[in-house]
């Protein structure tokens, strides 16, 4: 009995440990992974959906080998999410706003746009990169014009590492398009259910730019998405 106690209380724990799992946010050194690999053609206001992502990958508790890619500049792990264009602050439950997802930020793009020197088949691609267990799928937005200001460019990335399932986000360049939902932006993460969120400082549904010097930040798991993951000693 006191062995069946032990590991009701142990699962409680664990299971406690997912359904309030957080992330530490740290602005880390600029470093960007090269914008390659499989291009994505999108319209304006699309989804890829249903991309293999080479690795297992655990977001807020629950792991995925498949994501789904907003045209925004977002990274989910849920189908059916709405392709709406308005960055509204976070956490929200409404029909506008992409759950289970990764802003790296979440603004108006438009990736229908053709024009020197990215052409729509090459504003989004996609890649796995390194050796099991320590791979990393990348996800990049290059030089995509802003949507009713296409002469102005954002570049951002995002990197998911597996086993860590650390988020790292890289903003090359962004810039603010004044003349459409007032240059809103978000960047941070969404949980599944639209009930809680974690975001950059200052960047959540506001506006925002950045520097061409660049930026990267790192969203770190502090909760255990499995239960061979974690390491409990009993006593």
Known sequence: MQNI???????????????NAQYVVNNVPYAVEPMTGTFVLLSDDAIANNINMGIAF???GNTYTRCYIGSNGWVGWSAGQPTAFTPFPIPINNIFTP????????????????????????????YTAGVAPFRRFVVSWNNVPMYQCTSIRSTQQVVLYETTNVIRMNIVKKSNC?????????????????????????????????????????????????VYDCEIEIN
Request: with cysteine.
């Open 99 to 126: 759950k289970n997802a990764a802003f790296c930020p979440f603004q108006d793009l438009n990736t229908g746009v053709a024009g020197f020197p990215a052409t729509p088949l090459t504003y989004v691609s996609y």
């Open 5 to 19: 106690t032990r590991y009701i209380t142990l699962y409680a724990t664990l299971t406690l440990s997912v359904i």
């Open 58 to 60: 655990c977001y807020w």
């Open 178 to 226: 004044y003349l459409w939902v007032n240059g809103y932006a978000t960047q941070g993460l969404h949980n599944i259910n639209g009930t809680a969120a974690v975001t950059v400082t200052g960047r959540n549904g506001t506006v925002w730019n950045i520097l061409p010097s660049g930026e990267s930040w790192t969203f770190t798991p502090t909760f255990c998405c499995e």
